[in-house]
Every structure is written in C-alpha cells, then in structure tokens.
C-alpha cells in the first residue's frame, strides 16, 4: 500500500470500530471489546509506519475535491508532515493503552459497548485532525471530539457532578468555538483557500490582509479546546468522567489539538506580534495560576488537571516565541507521561477506596499493594517535575531555551517581550510543578495510619499498558538528538545555563515541599477523614464513581478537605483558600455571565407566557365563544331552519325597501 492509503486507513479504522461496536452492542456483546481494542491498535501500528515511511522529509500532501461551494473550495486533503506523523504515533499508543486498560477498568459497566465505541470516534476524529489538510475538514473532528467529550465526561450521568461537569466542559469549549469558526472563515476569506498549504504559501507572499483579528479569533477557540486561561475552568471538573476518559483527553486527544492547531498554522500568528505578545501573556499566567492551584486541591485527579492546564501552558509558551518544535515536542513527552499519570491515579484511586489525598495520607503501606502504580506513577512524576534524564526534562528545556533565545534577541521571529514572559514564568512555574508533583507523591505513597484496603492484585491489562507507556516517559526525551528532522530539522538539545537553573529551582521546589511535609505531619494530629469507600469485589470504575460522590457529600466539594496536615496549606498561607477555587473563576463567570444570562431567559419566558400568550389564548377564547353561539343555533330541526331562512328573507326585504325609499327621497 502505497503511504496515503495507509494514511487514510489510520483515522478510518477506529470510526468503523465505534460504528461496529455500537451496532452489535446489544446483540453480540462479546465482539465488543475486540472491536475496540484490535482497530485502534491496528491503527496506531499503521501510524507508526506512516511515521517511518515520512522520516522527517518532505511533507507528504493528496487532495481530492469534496464538494463545490460557489467560493472556497473544501478539499479531502492529507498533509503528512513530521509533526502531523508524530502525533499521529502518540494518539494512536496512548487510544490503545486507554482501551486495553478499560476492558478492566469498566469491565461489568453495562454501558461499556457506547463508551468503547465513544473513544474509538474520539480517537478517530482526532487522528483526522492531526491528518488533515483542509480546515474544514480539521474542523469536523475538532467538533466531533467536543460531542465526545460530552458524553465521555458525563459517563456517570447519576452523579450530579458528572452532568455538570459534561455540559460545563461542552459550552466552556463552544464558547471559544464560535470565534474559532468566525476566525477560519476570515482566513480562507483572505487567503482564498482552507487548504493549509495554500494558506501558509499566501502568508510567506504577505498575507493575510488582518493578521492580528485572525490570530486572536483562532487563539479563542484554542484557549477553550486547550484549556488555557481564560477558559480553563472546564478541565478540573471534567475529571468527574473515567480515569481512562482523562487520560485520553489530557494526554493525546483534545487538549492537544488546540496546540497542535497552532503549531500547524504558526505562520499565520507569527505575521502577528502582538497576537504572540497575547499568547504568551496566557501562557503565562495559565502557567502560574494553575500550579498555585493544584498545590491545594485534594482530588487526585484534579491535582493531574491542574497540571496538564499548566503543562499546556508551557506549550503555548513555546508557540508564543516562535518554536513549533519545542511545543510539539513537549507535547509528545507530556502526553506519555500524563498518561501513565492519569491511569496509575486510577489503580491508586481503586486501592485506596479513595480519591482524597488527605485520606490517602492517613493509609499505610498502600505503595506496597500497587507496586506497578507506584514505580511507574514516580517515574512520571519525575518527568512531570522535569528531573533528568527523564522525557519531561529535555522536551520543557526545548521551550525554555526557545524562550531565551527570543528573550535575548538570538531568534526576531517573535518579540523580546514575549521571550521574557515566557522565561520568567516557566521557571516559576517549575518550581511549582516540582512542589505539587511531591506533594502527590508524598500524601499518596508516604501515609501513615491503618493499612489500606486490600483489593488483591491489580487486574494485568491496567497494569500492563503503565510499563508500556512508562519506556517513552523514560527514553523519549534521550532521542532528541536523532529526531531533529522531524522537527523542522533544528537542534532541541538543552543549554547549560536553562538547565541547571531549571532544575535547579525544581528541586528547591521539591525539597521545600518535603521539608514542609516533614513539619506539618509532626506537629499536627491525624484523625481520621470521611470519603473511603472500599469494595475490594467492585470494579474500579464503581470505586471511582462512589469515592467522587463521597468526597462531596462528606467535604462539601470535590476540591478541598479539612487536613492541617497538608503541606500545600503551609506553602501556600492566605492564598490557600483562593487556589483551591481556581481563584474564583467560577464564581466570578457565573456573576458576570451566567446569572444575566439567567435572569434575560427568566424576563423571556416571562414575556412569552405573559404577554404573547395572552393574546394567543385571548383569540383563542373569542373563536371558542363565537363557536359556542354558533353551535346552539345548530338544533338539527328542518322546521326551525326554515323558519329561520324565512324570517331572514323577511328581514332582509324590509331593509330592501326602507333603503330604497331614504335613497329615493335624497
């Protein structure tokens, strides 16, 4: 076969598994879960040899013509670049890795057949955005991993948090959408084309005629896809779905495809300096704001959350001075060690009854019943805080030298200001991705109390795909040196001064956060914390669904816990209360937003039900009276009926002759 029909067969091959799976769901359950796993696997086996295949050369572009429109034409197209094939292998691994890991995770879910078939769509549609050369085909999967999101987030629809958290995550996303959508006609109406190699040609010969209406217009649609701020709010809450959900959302799927959106089409907001000035601004305070909050959050799951908004973050950063490069290879280390995050975090919450962190902290010896969790969670957690020689380190010192390059005026392609935005905030935030990295690490696999519940042995297919995933976490960051054709062909290896300083304010992050822990755990007492739910016969996905709606129930909020014990308190003082909150973005939203808009649709129906309808139902009731008349007049006797017709005439001639005569006599 020849590289583009493998190409095809690569996002193809998951949207017929969804299709399949979804017809025999019911009426043959036992080919649900081969159809799940075999076509995505195949899938990502084939994105692999489209990868080999390309080797970093020339892109590889085919077209066909799908539809006239009587002005921009849209076209079927491919554009096989060195990013796009990447991706396409990261997708594919990490699609594979949540499927396997779900046949167990959700193993008696009896809606397991739609879910399966859900992440095969979802994968498919971003394997079409990452494949694509046609905006507006990018733009069906872009919209299709949105519908998907919906019904993945809201997968325990029982639970109030999920159905929450389902249609927060779709209106947050759609809010950014809509810009997105006015923005990429506004492209193709200056370029003359939603081909993406023919928009990239018409900005190297100057266009488009408004670079920076475009770029913030796209950036919109990006902040809401990507989570950055301001419309992050949607993916801490998102985390009430799956463990294997998150993980494919945070790792491989829809966060990603905001970024990689904008590595594809850099040309277009680099034509903009302040459009880059925007964007690393966003990045920035994305960066600092959510590693401040997820020093305070006690879910497990929404301490990972608030890292990936960071980690993204650092992503757009390296967008914002001009490196697509260092992005793109960030996030392909990001999204294998998020994903060993995300699924260990599951194994950690089904042993420990839990997804509490300061309950966990009151457990012991729960490292020793999930070994597999434990080394590989450390492991990624390593590369998370940016330790050499793990992924994590050499991919965020790919950004942090691109950001010192432009800083120091060695790269013009974006402005000095943006470079030191970017600096300053990304050592920053590694300190602070270093002191909440250990702050999990510690509550987790250091407490100190009763021993924790013992669930036996972790089922092999959750297990299992953590390893897998855990040799890129290790070693991808060790090929960098042989990968430099695949990313525009320049050099991502760290510089001396970034490095050390780096790592350097990572593990002062780190050891502070230890000491802390040290001194919080010995001078406060440790009573026993509510929200452990323990069925040591239960699936994990059920242990998930309860330990979430416990926390709440017990807490008052997903968010915090009452623990003196958490050294995140300590650290973070006063500023505790507004971290844990997301510094009250949400209520802040709802003030401004969502209650007006509330209170319009109140003074809407009001008027509807009030006013329209009143004179809708007064004509109604004048026809219903005349009909009342009319129908007694209806007796059903021939005598009465002529009597009426003769009376009639009568009256009739009468006025006949009084009208003539007054006529006559004028």
């Given at each position: 076969m020849t590289t583009t029909t493998l190409a095809v067969l690569v996002p193809l091959l998951p949207f017929l598994g969804a299709a399949a799976g979804l017809l025999?769901?019911?009426?043959?359950?036992?080919?649900?879960?081969?159809?799940?796993?075999?076509?995505?696997?195949?899938a990502a086996v084939l994105a692999v040899v489209v990868a080999a295949r390309q080797g970093g050369g020339r892109p590889l572009d085919a077209s066909t013509r799908l539809t006239p429109t009587g002005s921009v034409p849209v076209d079927l197209?491919?554009?096989?670049?060195?990013?796009?094939?990447?991706?396409?292998?990261?997708?594919?691994?990490?699609?594979?890795?949540?499927?396997?890991?779900?046949?167990?995770?959700?193993?008696?879910?009896?809606?397991?057949?739609?879910?399966?078939?859900?992440?095969s769509l979802f994968t498919s549609a971003m394997l079409l955005v990452v494949y694509s050369g046609d905006l507006m085909v990018l733009l069906v999967g872009w919209e299709i991993m949105g519908i998907c999101s919906y019904f993945l987030v809201g997968h325990y629809w029982e639970t109030p948090e999920a159905r929450a958290a389902s249609l927060k995550a779709f209106l947050v996303t759609k809010l950014g959408d809509v810009p997105f959508l006015i923005g990429l006609f506004a492209l193709a109406a200056d370029t003359g084309t939603f081909r993406i190699t023919g928009i990239l040609a018409a900005v190297t010969n100057g266009g488009p005629?408004?670079?920076?209406?475009?770029?913030?217009?796209?950036?919109a649609g990006v902040a809401g896809k990507s989570a950055q701020f301001p419309l992050h709010t949607w993916l801490p809450d998102a985390m009430a779905g799956p463990t294997p959900v998150s993980a494919l959302i945070h790792a491989a799927t829809m966060v990603a495809a905001g970024i990689y959106f904008v590595a594809r089409l850099l040309p277009v907001f680099t034509a903009s300096g302040a459009a880059l000035v925007v964007?690393?601004?966003?990045?920035?305070?994305t960066m600092i704001g959510s590693g401040l909050a997820a020093l305070a959050q006690d879910d497990i799951k929404r301490v990972l959350a608030y890292s990936t908004i960071g980690q993204l973050g650092y992503m757009s950063g390296a967008l914002a001075v001009g490196d697509r490069g260092a992005a793109v290879?960030?996030?392909?280390?990001?999204?294998?060690?998020?994903?060993?995050?995300?699924?260990?975090?599951?194994?950690?919450?089904?042993?420990?009854?839990?997804?509490?962190?300061?309950?966990?902290?009151?457990?012991?010896?729960?490292?020793?019943?999930?070994p597999d969790a434990y080394w590989t969670m450390t492991v990624a957690l390593l590369a998370l805080a940016a330790i050499p020689p793990f992924a994590g380190f050499f991919s965020k010192e790919a950004v942090l030298v691109a950001a010192e390059h432009t800083a120091f005026g060695d790269r013009d392609v974006a402005p000095a200001a943006a470079g030191w935005t970017i600096l300053v905030a990304g050592l920053l935030a590694a300190v602070l991705t270093a002191a909440y990295a250990t702050r999990l690490w510690l509550l987790a696999f250091r407490g100190r109390g009763p021993e924790a519940p013992d669930h036996g042995r972790q089922p092999v297919a959750m297990t299992s795909v953590l390893w897998v995933l855990a040799v890129p976490t290790i070693a991808f960051g060790l090929t960098v040196g042989t990968l430099t054709d695949w990313f525009d062909g320049h050099s991502l290896t760290p510089s001396l001064t970034t490095a050390v300083l780096s790592t350097g304010?990572?593990?002062?992050?780190?050891?502070?956060?230890?000491?802390?822990?040290?001194?919080?755990?010995?001078?406060?007492?440790?009573?026993?914390?509510?929200?452990?739910?323990?069925?040591?016969?239960?699936?994990?996905?059920?242990?998930?669904?309860?330990?979430?709606?416990?926390?709440t129930a017990v807490y008052g909020t997903i968010a915090d816990a009452p623990d003196p014990t958490d050294p995140g308190r300590l650290l973070?003082?006063?500023?505790?209360?507004?971290?844990?909150?997301?510094?009250?973005?949400?209520?802040?939203?709802?003030?401004?937003?969502?209650?007006?808009?509330?209170?319009?649709?109140?003074?809407?129906?009001f008027l509807d039900r009030e006013v329209v309808d009143t004179y809708v139902r007064g004509s109604g009731s004048i026809a219903r009276g005349l009909g009342t008349v009319v129908r007694r007049a209806q007796t059903g006797n021939v005598q009465t009926y002529l009597g009426a017709l003769l009376a009639g005439t009568l009256v009739l001639a009468i006025a006949a002759v009084v009208f003539a005569n007054v006529y006559a006599g004028a």
């Open positions: 025999l769901g019911r009426s043959a359950p036992g080919f649900v879960r081969p159809l799940a796993v075999l076509p995505t696997l195949t197209a491919l554009h096989l670049d060195g990013f796009a094939v990447l991706v396409a292998v990261l997708v594919g691994l990490v699609a594979t890795c949540v499927q396997i890991y779900s046949t167990a995770y959700l193993k008696d879910d009896v809606r397991y057949p739609s879910y399966a078939a859900l992440v005629d408004h670079p920076t209406l475009i770029a913030l217009l796209l950036l964007l690393a601004v966003m990045a920035a305070v290879f960030h996030l392909m280390s990001h999204g294998a060690f998020k994903a060993v995050l995300f699924l260990a975090a599951g194994v950690v919450i089904h042993a420990a009854g839990t997804n509490s962190l300061a309950a966990m902290s009151r457990m012991g010896g729960l490292a020793r019943r999930i304010v990572g593990l002062v992050g780190g050891l502070v956060t230890y000491g802390a822990w040290r001194h919080t755990t010995a001078l406060a007492d440790r009573p026993p914390v509510g929200a452990v739910t323990a069925h040591p016969d239960a699936e994990p996905a059920l242990v998930e669904a309860e330990a979430i709606a416990s926390h973070l003082g006063p500023l505790h209360r507004h971290a844990v909150t997301g510094f009250h973005l949400d209520a802040l939203y709802t003030a401004v937003f969502v209650r007006p808009v509330v209170a319009a649709a109140r003074l809407v129906r």
